[in-house]
Nanobody, 115 residues
Framework: QVQLVESGGGLVQPGGSLRLSCAAS????????MGWYRQAPGKERELVAT???????NYADSVKGRFTISKDNAKNTVYLQMNSLKPDDTAVYYC?????????WGQGTLVTVSS
């Protein structure tokens, strides 16, 4: 089991930046996969960025070069730095952790990109 708590969402203007945080209830080195997904209104949940094996990363094409996933093992926290935000990035962002094939999700944090 793992509990995930996201924070850092909010309203930002196009071109702005936000950093999301996901605090895990257990050491993140013990979690097989960890990352971020998002769900926009009327759309399916989609992958944004994840850590795969070890510290390898995977990004959606739509965020490559703008978003960066990082982690702090000492704080059991994964981050998503989002730069050059666009209105299309508006969504609820969810933290995901996979442990022995089971997915765990945070409650989500809303990111709204609008002028």
């Amino acid at each position: 089991q793992v509990q995930l708590v996201e924070s850092g969402g909010g309203l930002v203007q196009p071109g702005g930046s936000l950093r999301l945080s996901c605090a895990a209830s257990r050491p993140i080195f013990s979690i097989n996969l960890m990352g971020w997904y998002r769900q926009a209104p009327g759309k399916e949940r989609e992958l944004v960025a994840t850590f795969t094996s070890g510290s390898s990363t995977n990004y959606a094409d739509s965020v490559k070069g703008r978003f960066t996933i990082s982690k702090d093992n000492a704080k059991n926290t994964v981050y998503l730095q989002m730069n050059s935000l666009k209105p299309d990035d508006t969504a609820v962002y969810y933290c995901n952790a996979r442990v022995l094939g089971t997915n765990f999700w945070g409650q989500g944090t809303l990111v709204t990109v609008s002028s």
